[in-house]
């Protein structure tokens, strides 16, 4: 499965929280963890200073506590956390599909997996699950809510039936 990733796994950019304004990248590679960061400051002192750049590969990066900790600074814990899955050989391949091809694969799912897998993955959550019961409510309205109801519960129903209408009433 690792051969489905491309040569960047992953890549994010953040300016440096305050005092700082240096403007950090943390890019992750199929072998490597690079952290690139720009100075940016008008002091006469940071004018001569060049952008920094740190490459290890993942193994080395497991064992870089000062470099995770200056990660989770600029970028946060979530994402060190992701980038250490990552460098561990544990991807997340739903996480990385497109709406649509998510949306294709899932229409070949039972309804109560639907729901399962709604409490599974937030990112189902948010994207998907509107569009979803949108869909199933233009086709079956009176099934679909009933169905809805049984497995998923009426506040999470009426949550998403509410991000549908708002979505609807947006277009």
């Known amino acids: 499965m690792a ?3 491309g040569e960047e796994v992953f890549e ?3 300016q440096a929280p305050a005092p700082s ?24 002192t940071f004018r001569e200073s060049r952008p920094g750049e740190i490459k290890e590969s993942w ?21 060190l956390e992701h ?8 991807y997340d391949f739903l996480e990385r599909l497109p709406v649509p091809l998510l949306l294709y694969i899932i229409s070949f799912l039972e309804l109560e997996d639907i729901a399962r ?4 993955s937030r990112r189902f959550e948010m994207a998907v699950w ?6 199933l409510l233009t086709i079956q309205e ?6 809805l109801f049984l497995w998923c519960g009426y506040e999470d129903i009426i949550d998403a039936l509410t991000r549908v209408s708002s979505s609807e009433h947006k277009k």
């Open 142 to 147: 009176d099934m679909a809510v009933l169905l």
């Open 83 to 90: 980038v250490l899955n990552l460098c561990q050989g544990n």
């Open 21 to 44: 304004k240096d403007f950090c990248q943390l890019l992750v590679t199929r072998r490597e963890v690079i952290f690139r960061w720009w100075k940016i400051s008008l002091r006469n």
């Open 3 to 5: 051969s489905l990733l």
């Open 59 to 79: 193994e080395d990066f497991l064992d870089d506590s000062s470099l995770h900790i200056q990660i989770a600074i600029v970028f946060g814990a979530k994402v």
């Open 117 to 120: 897998l709604s409490q599974v």
């Open 130 to 135: 509107p569009k979803l019961c949108g869909r």
């Open 12 to 14: 994010t950019r953040r």
